[in-house]
Structure formats: structure tokens, C-alpha cells
């Protein structure tokens, strides 16, 4: 089985759960591949195998997802409004209980005007400014000029972090494997790296006041969320700009996005928008077509082509990106340079085919 084929099989079993991949629980030679995109997760759920790996990623997303809850509900508690999104909403509506890989951080969205408010609930938390440095073993803060650039150029904070230690063996030995972000090995325990990427917008050329606007309840419990739209074309278009411009090679965002776009719930004329607002085009288009083929049925032709006609200017246009994520090689388009058949010739061919 090709590594191309058999993600794309996992990721039909994200939009529909009865859907059999038909890879064997071993992986059949593909797991190395599907760990490399961070959806080897996809392997061990769709299969119901017990999973030494997935055990360790479940493990170490509860302590991020408590730590982003207990976020969440301080913020919401000093009357900020805070809104999860990406992985850190996605995965426990989606797949709940589990994990998929190794999650880096948890993501809120908050109003720019409380960012100081913000900063003292996590600092009284105990987060702070820092990255744990794996070749001494401990926990350094960053440089106060690294965190100013990072937060004059972005429209974030600087990661906030805090870290967790855990004995479990089965943790301990993926620790050892991995040691690097998130999860880190010191000779007797591990090391999580709880983390939450502070928002004040999602982009720099985008209003976030629509996305409040538009918000719904967190499936956390507290605080609150993108809608699914927002969700939707959010992801996507960051995707495809990370996978075109830094070489991202995940297929994680696929993995979350998906099963979000086949729950039915997408208010598609927001989509198409926004689309037309950010002048989107390609960068939302080719992935959102892809999600078509994926889960075919759910995006209306109409919103396919509205986005699709989105932007006047292909300055942004990379193509699909799928070779590289999906690990294959493009052939050559031949037939956008074949002559087009003339009236004759297409009389001839209909009346004597070969």
C-alpha cells in the first residue's frame, strides 16, 4: 500500500467512522510515514489496537487540554472573552479522550484591548516565557528581545509554558524516543511542556471582531469557540499558506478539519464570505477541494466555486501541495499542452473512434 493511499483512506475515516481504511493494524509499512505526517494517530483509532505510542499522546493531551481548561476558565472568570480554536476545540469534539500525535500547544483567541489582563491570569497560573532546554534538562526563560520580536511582528504572544512531570513508564519511554517539544525525558520521569499560543487576531490582514461575532459555546465547557465556518476556512488557508511558504508537511490540520466540515454544522455562506472579503481564492480553494473528494457531498458546488472565483489575482496560487504532503511525484500535465481537438477532427474521431 502506497503512503499516499493510505493516508488518504485515514482521512475518509475521519469524515465517516464506518468507513474501513483497510490497513492492517500493523500498518503495513506505512506507520513510519504516518508518523512523520503526525496521523499515525488515525492508524490506532480507526483500528481499535492498543498502541504504546497513542497511549503516551493521550496521556500527555489531557495534561495540555487540563491546562488550557484551567486557562479558559480563569480568563472567562475575570470577564474576558476567550475563544479556543484549532486542535485545542477540535480534537476533544472530535475525537474524544484521544489525541492525534503529539500537540504542541493550546490556542485561544482573546480581544486585543485585555491582553494585560491576560497576561496577569497566566502569570498567576504559573505560565511563563520560557522553552525547556533538553540538553541540560531543565526549563530556561526566553530572551527578553526574542519575546519582544516575536510579539511585535505576530499577532501573538509569545508561547506561554508551564511543565508537568509524570512517572508512567509507557510516557517515559516516548519521552526518551521523542525528547523534544512537548515531551521531554530526565532519567527518572518525563517532562510535558504545557503550552498556550495567546491570539489577538488569526491574521494580519483580517478583522477579528466577525469571528466574536460569530462565536458558539466551547465543547470544553467554558468560555467559547470559532464557529464552524470560521473554523472551516480559517484552518484550511493558514494550512495551505504554511504548507507553500515553510514547507509544513502535517496532515494533522486535514485530520481535525475534516470530520468538522462532515458534522453537517458549516454555515457555508460565512465561507464563502469571507472568502470574497479576504479575497481568498486559491489558498482556500485547494484544500477545500480536496475536503470535497475526501467527504464528497458536503460543500455545496456552489460554495466550491464561489470560493474558487474568490480572488482576482493568482499571486498566491501554489497548486495543490499534495506531493509533498502525501509523498508522491507529480507527472507532467500533458494535456494542458495538447492542441485542441478541431470541429473536423472531432466529427472524424466520433465517426471512426480508434
Not at 475518509?12 to 490497513?23: L, S, V, Y
Not at 480559517?234 to 458534522?263: D, K, M, Q, W
Not at 499542452?337 to 478541431?342: D, G, K, Q
Request: with cysteine.
Amino acid at each position: 500500500m502506497s503512503n499516499a493511499h493510505a493516508a488518504f483512506q485515514l482521512l475518509r475515516w475521519c469524515a465517516d467512522r464506518g468507513h474501513d481504511p483497510g490497513i492492517g493494524p500493523s500498518g503495513d509499512g506505512v506507520r513510519p510515514f504516518l508518523r512523520s505526517r503526525n496521523i499515525d494517530s488515525l492508524l490506532a483509532l480507526s483500528s481499535g489496537t492498543d498502541d504504546a505510542w497513542q497511549t503516551a499522546y493521550d496521556t500527555v493531551w489531557q495534561h495540555q487540554l487540563s491546562a488550557l481548561h484551567q486557562v479558559v476558565d480563569a480568563l472567562t472568570g475575570t470577564g474576558v472573552r476567550t475563544l479556543t480554536f484549532k486542535g485545542g476545540e477540535l480534537l476533544p469534539r472530535h475525537f474524544p479522550g484521544h489525541s492525534l500525535g503529539l500537540m504542541g500547544d493550546g490556542d485561544i483567541l482573546v480581544p486585543r484591548d485585555r491582553i494585560e489582563t491576560v497576561k496577569s491570569v497566566l502569570y498567576g497560573l504559573g505560565f511563563r516565557h520560557a522553552v525547556f532546554d533538553a540538553a541540560q534538562g531543565t526549563v530556561r526563560d526566553r530572551d527578553l528581545c526574542d519575546v519582544a520580536e516575536t510579539e511585535l511582528r505576530h499577532y501573538e504572544l509569545a508561547s506561554f509554558v508551564k511543565t508537568v512531570e509524570v512517572t508512567d513508564p509507557v510516557v517515559l519511554e516516548a519521552a526518551r524516543a521523542h525528547h523534544a517539544h512537548p515531551l521531554y525525558a530526565l532519567p527518572d520521569r518525563a517532562v510535558i511542556l504545557t503550552a498556550i499560543d495567546v491570539h489577538h487576531n488569526v491574521a494580519l490582514d483580517a478583522d477579528p471582531g466577525p469571528l466574536f461575532d460569530r462565536a458558539v459555546p466551547s465543547c470544553l465547557g467554558v468560555g467559547e469557540t470559532l464557529s464552524p465556518a470560521d473554523h472551516v476556512w480559517l484552518n484550511l488557508s493558514r494550512y495551505y499558506n504554511e504548507v507553500a511558504i515553510h514547507g509544513a508537511c502535517s496532515l494533522r490540520p486535514f485530520a481535525y478539519t475534516i470530520p468538522e466540515i462532515a458534522a453537517g454544522d458549516v454555515a457555508w455562506d460565512v465561507v464563502e464570505q469571507v472568502a470574497r472579503e479576504l479575497a481568498l481564492g486559491p489558498t482556500l480553494s485547494y484544500f477545500l477541494r480536496f475536503c470535497d473528494q475526501v467527504a464528497p457531498g458536503r460543500i455545496p458546488p456552489g460554495t466550491l466555486a464561489a470560493v474558487h472565483q474568490s480572488a482576482g489575482s493568482r499571486v498566491r496560487d501554489w497548486g495543490w501541495q499534495l506531493a509533498k504532503l502525501f509523498d508522491f511525484q507529480e507527472a507532467f500535465p500533458a494535456d494542458a499542452f495538447a492542441p485542441e481537438p478541431t470541429i473536423s477532427h472531432a466529427r472524424k474521431q466520433a465517426t471512426h473512434p480508434s
